[in-house]
């Protein structure tokens, strides 16, 4: 079964190092989301990108945070300095389409100390 | 500004019992409403979602109703089992992005 699959699973990081995460979208799906899920809330939408293009990245803290799909299929996020308050869980998902069904991937939990 | 409001937080029930969760919208442009279930250390998976054009979607155990009119939308789960215990988020979504709501942890007592 097709999935999305997402690298690392953990990372525990220092503060003001840099951190970064994989994402490999659902083969054929040209909408690609990186949300960020404080434990005990619903994700927020950081970045979407349609193909290689960011559509909405306005909720992305732009002086530290940093994505790219160059290729229009795998995707990284960037964190430059990590922040205490960045820890969380990082979650990719994909879908044909914007507004069709996405399917999440596992994400990555982020610990920074 | 929460695009999509859910209620309540939490919830407990009994085995076979029925779980309700209530979810209204503001954005009129969205036109796909899906309901995510998320288990701990895990990413939310796609549960049932339906379009405004349906008043109601079955699949199995789960139902969801919709009233457009009122802008709210509602998940049943009949017979619930403690394997149903996770988290569960409905969201909306457009042209654009998915909008979640802020998600119900369901507890279900054996």
């Known amino acids: 079964e097709a999935e999305v699959a997402q690298s690392p699973r953990y990372k525990i990081t220092e503060k003001s190092q840099a951190v970064a995460f994989w994402c490999d979208p659902i083969s054929g799906h040209a909408t690609l989301y990186w949300y960020r899920q404080i434990l005990g809330q619903g994700p927020e939408l950081l970045v979407q990108f349609q193909d290689e293009s960011v559509v909405d990245d306005s909720q992305l803290p732009k002086d530290r945070f940093s994505a790219e799909r160059l290729k229009g299929v795998d995707s990284t996020l960037k964190i430059q300095p990590a922040e205490l308050g960045d820890s969380a869980m990082y979650l990719c998902?994909?879908?044909f389409g914007r507004g069709a069904e996405a399917f999440f991937g596992q994400g990555t939990r982020l610990t920074v100390v | 500004q929460q695009q999509v409001k859910q209620s309540p937080q939490s919830l407990i029930v009994q085995k076979g019992g029925i779980s309700i969760i209530n979810c209204a919208y503001e954005n009129t442009a969205f036109d796909y409403f899906p309901w995510y279930q998320q288990f701990p250390g895990k990413g939310p998976a796609l549960l049932i979602a339906i379009r405004p054009d349906v008043s109601e979607k079955k699949e199995g155990r789960f139902t969801i109703s919709f009233n457009k009119s009122a802008k709210q939308f509602s998940l049943h789960i009949m017979d619930s089992q403690p394997g149903d215990s996770a988290t569960y988020f409905c969201?909306?979504?457009?042209?654009?992005?998915?909008?979640f709501g802020t998600g119900t942890r369901l507890t279900v007592i054996p």
């Open positions: 998902a994909s879908s």
């Open positions: 969201a909306g979504t457009g042209a654009n992005n998915l909008f």
